[in-house]
């Protein structure tokens, strides 16, 4: 039987174009801290999101731009999360194979 690859290693493959503006923004840490599930924590594989010092905070040049913190925020969560996708050809760029 082949040997399974490490999702680490599938994600090894791909690289970054960074944009030097975030992609994504908190509207209000507010809305954060008296969020009760604080989604975007769980759903980000890439793990955007931190919970540190009673805010989140973003490290938006590890997305991997499949927006589920957008959708988990606004569906479980308080709609903080404003997301769009990054300029131009910007952000990630998937290698298959």
């Not at 994600?11 to 801290?33: F, M, N, P, T, Y």
């Not at 731009?65 to 903080?80: I, S």
Request: hydrophobic content about 35%; overall charge positive.
């Amino acid at each position: 039987m082949p040997e399974k690859t490490s999702v680490e290693a599938r994600l090894g493959v791909d690289k970054w174009d960074l944009d030097r503006q975030s992609h994504i923004r908190i509207a209000d840490q507010e809305l954060c801290r008296k969020c009760v599930k604080k989604p975007c924590l769980i759903v980000c594989p890439a793990k955007v999101y931190r919970w540190e010092n009673n805010a989140i905070t973003v490290n938006y040049a590890a997305c991997l731009e499949l927006r589920a913190c957008y959708v988990a925020c606004h569906e479980y969560g308080n709609g903080a999360i404003e997301w769009d996708y990054p300029n131009g050809a910007k952000g990630i760029v998937f290698r298959y194979g």
